[in-house]
């Protein structure tokens, strides 16, 4: 079955520490994004990747960090630097980087900073 | 005006009632606009896309309003299943991203 990936599903760290979040697609999409949600709030974009070697900020990308050296593989790097790390990331991707289509999105990745 | 703008809800209304929601959106120069359905704790999954005056799917009917800038979704024939949060998305102006908006909550009860 083609589908896009998070892993893992819940995740906790302590203060201070960098965590890499897992976002993988068999889809053979060109481009993929990273959001973040919070309670009662809508997706904000932190970064994204319209194709392989390439990524850009977007809304809120301090305190985080990407890479794209494969098509299917986009993780994202949550560093210490994040002052509110404790959120619901959801990685999304989409057939076209030309235009706009529908983004399918993995199962998310709950994160929580003790 | 806010990049997309829904009204939060939560709308409470009887299975086999028609309920619409709208969202306003600031960027005239938008041409896509789609709606999703995200439940409680999942990922958000895409219920229609609307690229010209509206579109029909089933019981669900969106509209696009290009002069006063806002989309419409309207649900016919509610059904417990319809309970959701339902967000308003358009186009964000980095690459191929999207901008997603807070989300209307939709409770439909028996």
């Known amino acids: 079955d083609g589908g896009i990936t998070q892993s893992p599903k819940y995740l906790f760290r302590k203060e201070g520490q960098n965590v890499t979040l897992s976002c993988e697609q068999n889809?053979?999409?060109?481009?993929m994004y990273w959001y973040r949600q919070d309670p009662g709030q809508g997706l904000r974009l932190i970064y994204y990747?319209?194709?392989?070697?390439?990524?850009q900020k977007g809304d809120i990308a301090e305190g985080y960090s990407v890479s794209r050296e494969k098509k299917e593989s986009f993780p994202l790097t949550v560093t210490s630097a994040q002052k509110n790390p404790t959120a619901f990331y959801l990685c999304?991707?989409?057939?076209?980087?030309?235009?706009?289509?529908?983004?399918?999105f993995g199962p998310g990745t709950r994160l929580t900073v003790l | 005006r806010k990049e997309v703008e829904q009204d939060p809800g939560p709308f409470n209304v009887p299975e086999g009632a028609t309920v619409a929601f709208n969202c306003t959106y600031s960027n005239s120069a938008s041409q896509s606009f789609f709606w999703y359905r995200q439940d409680c704790r999942k990922e958000p999954k895409l219920l229609m896309s609307?690229?010209?005056s509206g579109n029909e799917d089933g019981r669900f009917t969106a509209q696009l309003n290009r002069a006063s800038q806002y989309i419409s979704l309207l649900i016919r024939d509610s059904k417990l299943s319809d309970s959701a949060t339902y967000l308003c998305?358009?186009?964000?102006?980095?690459?191929?991203?999207?901008?997603f908006g807070k989300g209307t909550t939709l409770s439909v009860s028996s």
């Open positions: 998305v358009v186009p964000h102006q980095a690459g191929t991203a999207l901008i």
């Open positions: 999304a991707s989409c057939i076209d980087r030309n235009s706009y289509n529908e983004q399918f």
């Open positions: 889809l053979n999409h060109d481009a």
């Open positions: 609307v690229y010209s």
């Open positions: 990747s319209q194709i392989v070697n390439d990524f």
